[in-house]
């Protein structure tokens, strides 16, 4: 018989840990590699663009395929299992350049993720879509605020290539138990990418990436940032956790809002905070920047859920996968150019924090973007039937 809804999101949710734990590393390894290669803010910013590339430009095709023939959870099996193939092959590196080549393994594992748990979540709450979504915004939350601590003190303890190696172990993990706790859905051999491209799709997927692109900048470059104004690499690892525990509140915040006010209401107050929030960060330093920094995080952090909500509220149920893919995709691949071009910026001025603050422009184009979008069908989406689960 096919798992229950509660099974389906207990699994996506620790799931969702496991995922969203491997997309948050980056930043707190970058201290490590850049002193073994003597590494700038350029080459970090690369190195980055590398990491969520395949991320951003799969994920759509990737929905799609899952879409037409019914395969989200062989695709959610392979996404975690190329991603451990990824973090394992980084660990024993033996220059920078071929980082900068297998990370692109993590980022294809990566674009597996979001669009099938997302399809397989709205099946099973067709309903309360927002506030499940904001459940399953637990288990990423977890993930983003347990990896910068976790991996500066295996980094410490055991070298960053050690630590490399061992978030490889719970993605394996996470492959066996979705492949065997989760059913696969019908195909929908109909379903096209193209036809999944609407106009309002389009612009929810720019507005959403937008004000996610700067949030997402802020974090990557935040522990190296710090550790060039003195903080150990370990102190400012463990304070990015500390901020990133407002995810922990602002993921189902988020979800429940998007079912009360709706995406679009949401989407602005988020853009309006993080516009003012940058304010904040450009004109102080010490205690009261590093408060902006959390709180943009927060607000980035909040509309996962809604993007994901958002994105299934625009397609119909067939669809779920790509509609997804295609925003969280369209966000990868912002975020992906964004990196390298704040790093370039960050050398040239020879300040990461004058080159964070010159993303002000985004963020008041992501407010732009979200007052333009048009408020989306409220009606339920028909849940797809499901095969039963298979050994």
């Known amino acids: 018989m096919s798992p229950r809804p509660r099974t389906v999101l207990t699994v996506l949710l620790g799931a969702h840990v496991v995922n969203d734990f491997g997309s948050t590393v980056l930043p707190a390894f970058l201290p490590a590699v850049a002193e073994e290669f003597n590494l700038d803010y350029a080459d970090l910013g690369l190195l980055s663009f590398a990491f969520v590339l395949l991320t951003g430009l799969l994920q759509p095709a990737a929905g799609n395929y899952a879409d037409r023939a019914g395969r989200r959870r062989f695709m959610l099996v392979v996404g975690f299992t190329v991603g451990a193939g990824g973090f394992l092959a980084m660990a024993v590196a033996p220059t920078f350049w071929f980082i900068v080549a297998v990370s692109l393994l993590c980022g294809l594992g990566q674009a597996m993720y979001h669009p099938q748990a997302t399809a397989l979540i709205v099946n099973a709450y ?224 020879n300040d990461i924090r004058l080159a964070l603050v010159w993303q002000l422009p985004l963020a008041v184009l992501g407010l732009a973007l979200a007052f333009y979008m048009k408020a989306s069908d409220r009606r339920p989406v028909q849940p797809l039937p499901s095969h039963p689960v298979t050994g």
């Open 126 to 349: 067709p309903e309360r879509r927002g506030r499940a979504l904001g459940i399953h915004g637990w288990g990423g939350s977890i993930g983003h605020f347990a990896a910068p601590a976790a991996v500066v003190l295996m980094v410490a303890w055991f070298g960053w290539r050690w630590a490399m190696a061992a978030v490889a172990l719970p993605m394996l993990l996470a492959a066996l138990v979705v492949r065997f706790r989760l059913a696969e859905t019908q195909p929908s051999p109909a379903v096209t990418l193209r036809g999944s491209l609407t106009r309002p799709l389009i612009i929810a997927a720019l507005a959403f990436g937008v004000v996610g692109t700067v949030g997402r900048s802020f974090l990557v470059f935040f522990v190296k940032m710090l550790v060039d104004e003195g903080w150990s690499n370990t102190s400012a690892g463990v304070l990015l956790t500390v901020i990133l525990v407002g995810g922990a509140v602002s993921q189902p915040l988020g979800g429940w809002a998007y079912d009360r006010i709706g995406g679009v209401r949401v989407l602005q107050i988020a853009a309006v905070a993080t516009i003012v929030l940058m304010g904040v960060f450009a004109v102080s330093s010490g205690a009261l920047s590093l408060f902006a920094v959390g709180g943009i995080a927060f607000f980035e952090f909040s509309l996962f859920p809604v993007a994901l909500a958002q994105a299934s509220q625009l397609a119909s149920a067939e669809r779920t996968g790509a509609a997804t893919g295609v925003v969280f995709g369209v966000s990868g691949v912002m975020t992906a150019l964004a990196q390298p071009a704040v790093g370039a910026l960050a050398e040239a001025l």
